[in-house]
């Protein structure tokens, strides 16, 4: 059989998976002729398969290198569970089971084997792994190399020496940062000649893009919470503190949610993991230092409480969001003061003027995919250099909000920062367009200046969003000396004295109805499944988690939602039939078939 047919069985019967997903065949193809792959694909495409798949077709061991001990753990079980010969190295372990380790390793008896890059660094592992005749060294999050990249480590500098000691074997990475300075950076840091590189397109069209400006936080967050009940999702913000606010606001009002943060006490904050990953529907409210490495499946929504630093986090973050192909949900809530604290930490970095200017130009891309008046998914794949059309799938495409001349109105801001004396914030600005005398206003004379009043047409809110679009688009800038106060730019002058037009998206309507967001929340949830289909999706998912629970492991180790759905449609009713499901390998036939066959034949 040639290695393309060989790989393909084994992808049915390891993984029970039908056909390779977008991207895949090349690089394991590329893998098994024994080229060195540099691989730049999606949160979510599949990349784990990219290394696990060639390790059992050819034999051999495969070391993986990977920088979290959660990520590792949970791919040990994932392995382990399809009946692979897998374990893992790194501070995390017990000397019996690192001993028990390494003797399968001197064995020659592993397939893969997961280790922290201190790990691989420090002392003799190296000399070891090559003694055990490694035949691949494949690179997970291969952007932690880059200092260009969002998640630089240090350790995994020494992934080119250690290269080396393992007889300079064959090198695979992968990453899902796809900005250029950092992939060339990758490459040339990691492999000793140009590898084949392998960019997959970075559209994830089943995730759903949605932003909002910040109007009522809670209240946003509520109503978007409302069509998701009982389904997992994770909650970004920006702070420790407010992760824990929003966590207890949120269990108050009914929601099972649970916060996580750096700072947390480290068993609580595994636990709170733990559950994340064993149980359906909770509410993880954390801080960016969760999710690399939750390789949960079944995550339906995404939201960002606070406007992310730059589109690769942010893509990196909602990519966490339906892996597993089903429709998911994201919320992206920005506001002004985002803005400006991002830019004010940027400029407060010790950092060379050229990483800031680099800073600097992913913010003011981040920003401007919060106030773009194209479709989302088109501006954040031409932000990834792709090419594509309006999606249909995001609040832009749906709402049909397209950007009208605002010059007038935009005029009026204008003249009213300029003639405050430019340092003023935006609670000062839209009460003077509005003409409200208040207590600052009448003190500093801003009651009898022309633009007193101007903006009498429209209500504070519509006049913040103007003014925050303007600040986003660089006609205002940040006072220097008045925290929270605007300065015109050089753009801004253009604008105010009619020079330069501008197009701005008029501020959307107040959040819909309740009623239809329960309408939705079924959908959202159940992909359109009929009443009967549920009902034994619900029964299925049920005997998952009593074997889930009694094997200690997190519910999608044992079949992931979608192999569910599938078994409540198609209604297999021997293990034959349930063989042809979506992701039921031998392994997983052999030990839960009979169970599940149990359930759907009580239910027809
Ligand atoms: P990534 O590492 O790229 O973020 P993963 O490797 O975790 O993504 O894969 C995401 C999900 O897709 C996993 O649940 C995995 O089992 C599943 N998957 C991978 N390859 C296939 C395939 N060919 N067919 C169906 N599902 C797949
Ligand atoms: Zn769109």
Redesign the pocket.
């Known amino acids: 059989m040639i290695v393309a047919d060989r790989a393909r069985a084994v992808l049915k019967q390891v993984f029970g998976y039908d056909d390779f997903r977008p991207g895949q065949r090349e690089i394991v193809e590329a893998v098994l002729a024994g080229e060195d792959v540099f691989a730049v694909m999606p949160t979510g495409s599949g990349k784990s398969m990219c290394y696990q798949l060639p390790a059992l077709v050819d034999g051999g061991l495969t070391v993986v290198v990977s920088p979290l001990i959660a990520l590792m753990r949970d791919q040990v079980r994932q392995m382990r569970a399809l009946g692979v010969a897998a374990a893992s190295l790194n501070s995390s372990e017990d000397d019996e089971s690192r001993l028990d380790t390494l003797a399968r390793l001197d064995a020659g008896k592993l397939s893969l084997l997961f280790v922290s890059p201190e790990r691989l660094a420090a002392g003799s592992l190296s000399a070891r792994l090559r003694q055990a005749g490694t035949r691949r060294l494949a690179i997970d999050e291969a952007h932690c190399v880059s200092q260009w990249g969002h998640d630089f480590r240090p350790e995994y500098r020494q992934l080119a020496r250690v290269r080396e000691t393992l007889g300079d074997v064959q090198v695979i990475a992968f990453t899902a940062t796809a900005d250029r300075t950092t992939r060339a950076d990758i490459a040339a840091q990691l492999f000793p000649n140009p590898p084949r590189v392998v960019v997959h397109s970075f559209n994830r069209p089943n995730i759903e893009l949605r932003f909002e400006a910040k109007d009522r936080p809670r209240d946003q967050i509520e109503t978007f919470l409302r069509r998701h009940r009982g389904a997992s999702g994770v909650i970004y913000a920006a702070s420790r503190n407010s992760t824990e606010r929003l966590a207890t606001a949120l269990s108050e009002r009914g929601h099972n949610a649970l916060a996580y943060h750096a700072g947390m006490d480290p068993a609580q904050r595994s636990r709170h993991q733990d559950r994340f990953l064993q149980e359906d529907g909770i509410v993880m409210v954390a801080t960016v230092a969760f999710g690399m490495g939750i390789n949960k499946p079944d995550v339906r929504f995404v939201v960002h409480a606070d406007m992310p630093g730059g589109i690769e986090s942010y893509y990196q973050e909602i990519g966490r969001a339906g892996r597993d192909g089903l429709p998911a949900e994201t919320l992206t809530l920005y506001g002004i003061d985002d803005m400006m604290l991002r830019r004010r930490q940027i400029d407060e970095k010790e950092i060379s003027d050229e990483r800031r200017r680099i800073e600097h130009r992913r913010l003011a891309a981040m920003t401007d995919l919060c106030e773009v008046a194209l479709?989302?998914?088109?501006s954040l794949l031409a932000y990834f250099g792709e090419e594509s059309g309006?999606?249909?799938?995001?609040d832009?495409?749906t709402g049909r909000i397209e950007a009208v001349d605002a010059t007038e109105a935009a005029q009026k801001v204008l003249s009213a920062v300029a003639r405050t004396g430019q340092r003023f914030g935006t609670g000062h600005l839209t009460a003077v367009l509005c003409g409200e005398a208040t207590d600052a206003v009448t003190r500093h004379g801003h009651d009898k200046i022309k633009t007193f009043g101007v903006g009498r047409d429209r209500d504070k809110r519509a006049w913040s969003t103007t003014i925050r679009q303007l600040y986003a688009a660089g006609a205002l800038a940040e006072a220097s000396e008045e925290h929270g106060g605007f300065c015109l730019t050089e753009k801004g002058e253009a604008i105010l004295f009619g020079r330069e037009r501008i197009a701005l998206r008029p501020p959307p309507a107040r959040p819909p109805a309740e009623r239809r967001d329960r309408r939705q929340a079924r959908n959202a949830r159940f992909q359109g499944l009929d009443e009967a289909t549920t009902a034994l999706f619900e029964a299925l998912r049920a005997v998952r988690l009593s074997i889930a629970r009694d094997e200690g492991v997190a519910a999608y180790i044992i079949f992931p939602d979608r192999t569910l759905i599938e078994m409540a449609e198609q209604r297999p009713t021997t293990l034959d039939e349930l063989r042809r499901v979506q992701g039921v390998g031998d392994r997983k036939l052999a030990a839960y078939g009979e169970a599940f066959l149990d359930v759907i034949t009580q239910h027809t």
């Open positions: 479709c989302r998914r088109q309006p999606c249909g799938r995001c832009l495409c």
